[in-house]
């Protein structure tokens, strides 16, 4: 993972592929069901505020600790460290 920082001085994450991989098994192997929101989930906008965050291991990557989680039923999310606002989707 590579940490970058964007112009709206929030600190964005990108993930690389082989580590996109291992986050995907961590979704697989804890069977994290995914959810609904009326919300769209976009890069760059909040998860909504009931949404239950899951931290990611270190063990998934480099500065997997800095990032946390959420399956929905359409896509599965990374948000940013120490905040809700979504960084990337993973697919």
Do not use: N, W
């Not at 192997?29 to 890069?43: C, F, Q």
């Amino acid at each position: 993972m590579v940490t970058t920082t964007g112009t709206d001085h929030a600190a964005a994450v990108q993930i690389e592929p082989q580590y996109r991989t291992r986050i995907k098994s961590y979704v697989t192997e804890h069977h994290l069901r995914p959810i609904t929101t009326k919300e769209k989930i976009i890069v760059g906008a909040p998860v909504p505020g009931d949404v239950e965050l899951e931290a990611v291991p270190s063990d998934r990557g480099p500065l997997a600790h800095q990032v946390s989680l959420r399956v929905f039923r359409r896509s599965r999310a990374a948000c940013g460290p120490g905040s809700r606002t979504v960084v990337q989707e993973i697919d």
